[in-house]
Every structure is written in C-alpha cells, then in structure tokens.
T-cell receptor, first 111, second 113 residues
Framework: EDKVVQSPLSLVVHEGDTVTLNCSYEVTNFRSLLWYKQEKKAPTFLFMLTSSGIEKKSGRLSSILDKKELFSILNITATQTGDSAVYLCAVPMDSNYQLIWGAGTKLIIKP | SQTIHQWPATLVQPVGSPLSLECTVEGTSNPNLYWYRQAAGRGLQLLFYSVGIGQISSEVPQNLSASRPQDRQFILSSKKLLLSDSGFYLC????????????FGPGTRLTVT
C-alpha cells in the first residue's frame, strides 16, 4: 500500500535553532515528492523534488531526497516565529493524479 | 499568472441544510481540480477530483457531491448537511499533464450546527 509518513508529528524549538523534518514514503513508480507549508489557512507549495533534482534550496529552507532510502528531509536554519506552521509532505500516486499526503509536522518556534 | 478563488471564506449552516461551495481558477486551461476536507488538527482528505468537464471521481462515500460545469469551475454540494461535515474545505488545481504540484485556494471553514 502506498503511504507517506512524517516525523516528528510536532516539534517545539526556540528562535534561531535549526530544525530537520522527515518524510518517508512507499509508492509504486516514484516520480516526485512535494513539500508544503500550512499556517492557519491553505497549504502553500515549497519544493518539488524529483529523480533528476535531489536537492532544493530557498533562503533558509532546503530539502534533499534520498531515493535509495526512500525519504526526504526539510531543513530550516535560523528559525523565526514566522516559520511556525504545519509542514506537509506528499507523493503522487502511480495510477492517477492524486497525491498521497503525510499527516504533517506541526512546528512551533518560541521567541 | 494563475489564481484560484473559493467562496465563501466562512459558513455556518444548520444540520439538514443544503451546501454549495464554489471554486474557480484563472490563468490556466484544462486543469485537474480537487476538493479536500481537513478536520481540525488533521490531515488532508481528498473528496473529489476532476480531469475535465463533467468528469468527477469520488474518493470517499459521503453525502457530498461535486460537479464541474465549466473547465475552470468546480462546485461542492450537499443536499443535507451532517454535523460531521464540519471542517476546512480546500479546492486545488494542478496542470493536466506535467508536474504534480497542486495549488490551493484560500479555503472555506464550514461549521455545521
């Protein structure tokens, strides 16, 4: 059965800390992995990682994909209170247009 | 650039009343369209998706239905709401053939009382 598992489910750190969020997956015919950030509204797209692009970086956020071990990590350096959100990971199913979503990691940054 | 609209932003409805949520996309043609529900503190649950006008796939049995009367319009409906229908409803779109990232509308918070 295709699945996406995120860990930890929640994380509390202090401003300035570096955090690492994990996403492991099992899916037939892997094509890509997506990261989203969700504050108290709709999810916003962060990164897409594919077989041909195993690392992405945008400012303080970066993500890598390990296709051999079937996981991805999202790193946030020098965290700020505005980074507080739920971070979601998703992988497309092989047979159709659906995404398999992880349960998310709730990140709280304390000032 | 592409834009996705959803309305209303919030809605309070009594049990047994009908529901109609609308989603429209601008700036793209032939998008895949999706309806999700997110219960408080929970993950995203796919309700319906559509790859074209009049083509609707349902992922979970429920008292909700969806329709796509136009290429960039997606409607979520119910004839009689249940308390369990409360949640955050999100519409999303993706490119028909291509990368899989989905882009979400602002969402509708529905409270059934």
């Amino acid at each position: 059965e295709d699945k996406v598992v995120q860990s930890p489910l929640s994380l509390v750190v202090h401003e300035g800390d570096t955090v690492t969020l994990n996403c492991s997956y099992e899916v037939t015919n892997f094509r890509s992995l997506l990261w989203y950030k969700q504050e108290k509204k709709a999810p916003t797209f962060l990164f897409m990682l594919t077989s041909s692009g195993i690392e992405k970086k945008s400012g303080r956020l970066s993500s890598i994909l390990d296709k051999k071990e079937l996981f991805s990590i999202l790193n946030i350096t020098a965290t700020q209170t505005g980074d507080s959100a739920v971070y979601l990971c998703a992988v497309p199913m092989d047979s159709n247009y659906q995404l398999i979503w992880g349960a998310g990691t709730k990140l709280i940054i304390k000032p | 650039s592409q834009t996705i609209h959803q309305w209303p932003a919030t809605l309070v409805q009594p049990v047994g009343s009908p529901l109609s949520l609308e989603c429209t996309v601008e700036g793209t043609s032939n998008p895949n369209l999706y309806w999700y529900r997110q219960a408080a503190g929970r993950g995203l649950q796919l309700l319906f998706y559509s790859v074209g006008i009049g083509q609707i796939s349902s992922e979970v049995p429920q008292n909700l239905s969806a329709s796509r009367p136009q290429d960039r319009q997606f409607i979520l409906s119910s004839k009689k709401l249940l308390l369990s229908d409360s949640g955050f409803y999100l519409c999303a779109w993706s490119v028909l053939w291509g990368p899989h990232e989905q882009y979400f509308g602002p969402g509708t918070r529905l409270t059934v009382t």
